[in-house]
């Protein structure tokens, strides 16, 4: 079982798919797309599209939690400022004011 923290501070449990009868009980820290799309909330193409880096061991391609956390801090809050919002729209990504 992965833990998040909110912003208040508190501990939330979030749950992976099952895993094998015989797997750990934990949340490996690299993990494949169909757990790191789970992980963030996305599907596994956009996952993809998102540019994030994976490693590599033994020919699998993995995405590294502490790579996943680093792109989730990065997106915007909803209503933190005006600026950021801004640059969300399709007029703040081409530089034209309304």
Do not use: W
Not at 9 to 30: A, C, N, Q, V
Not at 70 to 75: H, K, M, N, P, S
Request: charged content about 25%; overall charge positive.
């Amino acid at each position: 079982m992965a833990q998040a923290t909110s912003r208040q501070g508190s501990m939330i449990s979030r749950r992976l798919p099952p895993m094998g009868k015989h797997e750990p009980h934990f949340t490996p820290r690299l993990l494949p797309a169909h757990r790191a799309a789970f992980y963030v909330g996305v599907s596994e193409s956009k996952l993809r599209q998102l540019g994030i880096p994976r490693r590599i061991l033994d020919g699998k391609r993995l995405y590294d939690l502490y790579d996943l956390d680093a792109f989730i801090a990065t997106l915007p809050i909803e209503g933190e400022s005006a600026e950021t919002e801004a640059v969300n729209t399709c007029a703040g990504k081409f530089g034209r004011a309304r």
